[in-house]
């Protein structure tokens, strides 16, 4: 289907995206070069950038290449280093907003508790009280977003500060204290990197170790900014340059195969650089996982090893016993006393759109259809709820790939599907259930021969154990996001 026969739509098309984050500032752009104006985003906090304005952590990073975690069609040449920082990123998104003349079309502190399809549209409410109508929906609401606490006991006897990693106390003093940080993920290994030289005691409490990709603290140069600023060129290159394609590649295939030599060369790579970086035997084996890497998601780190080799850093393998007032029991009987607890400890990642109530067709309740778990056809559309774009639904491609550059193939497969209502060709549209059934299937068994499924425990697995995740190569996604298979369509 070409997307300029279906230009001269009729008008009176309406869109309600939720969230204004980095995938709802996509799809209002879009919809603004198609010279679609009719729309609004909700959004519940009071500032654009979704994860980026929530997550202020110190040492919040992306762990994508700054470059190619931009919008293909806003190129940033001024990003200061290769890992750009977290607070670059959000004024980013924010930039955008402005230069897309975006602010007038949110509504901000605009929680929308509910969506209800009738007729051929999606009604919603806000939890202020507002109401508002449209023909499509749009789903922004992030994959990352509900922090989930430690369920430790005596978490709430402790004196100190304690928060979670995705709500940041910045009134709390950091310098000189003692601090504990939960948590192995990208953020504990980021907010360790950062605290190590600033606390008198750093703490850090791994339940597992991780698997660490080095990877360079580059800073660009002025020199460098301005050759990208000269030639926009320089920036495809790093986004997607011979180097580029390669890392994706053998990420891609060290994935979907775990026999892949591709595999075998990150695996290489990572023990390296823990016999290489640590010097301590006791401390190496301490820091060795016993799975393979890439089986949780990759963490990337410049200086993770030769922050928890600083004196005032001390890495804790003990299980956790329970907290308490004064700080952290292990099992071993040892009390760790703290001034400061922060529980890196992940996010609630089977929620996606919920806990907006939706309903679909004949009243159907999302939380209904997805009793046994969070489906959808493609990881962006779901039977019964004509009309509901997923970005980053279930079973999209998370692992160590640019969201945006996801988020950009979703929105060509959207607007493909969206050009059906624009060309008057249905007023809803929903994949058949037999469509996501088969999608599943074949989903089920190939997430089971992946990376992920190869003995550890991560997020991308379900409540079974199977990885949630994309299980095919990106270039497959790539194709299948290129053109929806309408036959697998229910139009309306
Ligand atoms: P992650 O990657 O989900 O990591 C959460 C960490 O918290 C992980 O090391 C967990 O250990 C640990 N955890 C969770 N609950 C507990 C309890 N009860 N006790 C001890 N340790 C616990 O979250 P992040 O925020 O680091 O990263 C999320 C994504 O954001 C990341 O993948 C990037 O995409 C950016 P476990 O490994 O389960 O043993």
Redesign the pocket.
């Known amino acids: 289907m070409d997307s300029k026969e279906a230009a001269g739509s009729p008008e009176g098309l309406r869109t309600i995206i939720i969230g204004a984050g980095m995938a709802g500032l996509l799809a209002a752009i879009k919809l603004k070069e198609r010279g679609e104006t009719d729309f609004t985003i909700y959004e519940k906090g009071d500032s654009v950038g979704g994860t980026w304005r929530e997550n202020t952590y110190p040492g919040l990073s992306c762990?994508t290449p700054a470059h190619a975690y931009s919008y293909s069609f806003a190129l940033n040449p001024d990003w200061s280093a290769v890992y750009a920082p977290g607070p670059e990123i959000k004024a980013y998104f924010e930039g955008v907003a402005r230069r897309y003349d975006l602010y007038p079309a949110i509504r901000f502190n605009s929680e929308i508790e509910s969506a209800e399809w009738h007729g051929d549209k999606w009604h919603i409410r806000t939890k202020d009280g507002q109401s508002d109508s449209a023909h499509v929906l749009i789903a922004a609401t992030g994959v990352?977003h509900h922090p989930s606490l430690?369920?430790?006991p005596g978490l709430s006897d402790f004196e100190g500060a304690c928060f979670h990693?995705a709500r940041w106390d910045h009134s709390v003093p950091l310098d000189g204290k003692r601090i504990g940080v939960?948590?192995?993920?990208?953020?504990?290994v980021q907010i360790v990197s950062a605290l190590a030289k600033r606390a008198a005691r750093l703490v850090h409490?791994q339940?597992?170790p991780q698997w660490i990709m080095p990877c360079p603290d580059t800073r660009y140069s002025e020199a460098d900014k301005q050759a990208f600023r000269e030639d926009a060129e320089n920036i495809w290159q790093v986004r997607n340059g011979p180097e580029a394609a390669a890392r994706r590649a053998r990420f891609t295939n060290a994935i979907i195969d775990i026999d892949s030599p591709e595999l075998a060369e990150i695996q290489q790579i990572v023990e390296r650089n823990l016999e290489e970086s640590v010097r301590d035997p006791a401390l190496k084996q301490k820091l060795t996982p016993n799975y393979r890497a890439a089986c949780?998601?990759m963490i990337f780190s410049p200086n993770y090893y030769r922050s928890v080799q600083e004196p005032a850093v001390y890495l804790e393998n003990q299980p956790?016993e329970r907290i308490e007032a004064k700080g952290v029991r292990m099992a071993d009987g040892t009390l760790h006393e703290l001034d400061v607890l922060a529980l890196?400890?992940?996010?609630k990642v089977d929620q996606f759109v919920r806990p907006i109530k939706i309903r679909g067709q004949g009243g159907l309740d999302l939380d209904t259809f997805w009793q046994a778990g969070p489906r959808a056809y493609y990881a962006v559309t779901v039977p019964n709820f004509p009309n509901m774009l997923l970005f980053n639904g279930p079973t999209g491609p998370v692992g160590n790939f640019s969201l945006i550059d996801i988020a950009e193939h979703q929105w060509r497969y959207f607007d493909q599907l969206i050009d059906l209502v624009r060309a008057g060709k249905c007023k809803a549209f929903a994949p058949s259930e037999a469509a996501l059934v088969d999608y599943e299937a074949r989903r089920n068994e190939r997430a089971k021969k992946t990376v992920f499924a190869s003995g550890c425990?991560?997020?991308y697995l379900d409540k079974n154990g199977v990885p949630q995740v994309w299980p095919w190569s990106w270039d497959h996604f790539t194709e299948v996001m290129s053109a929806p298979k309408i036959e697998d369509y229910v139009l309306a």
């Open positions: 762990d990352l430690p369920d430790i990693s939960i948590g192995t993920g990208s953020t504990g409490f339940r597992s949780k998601r956790i890196a400890t992940g996010f425990h991560s997020w």
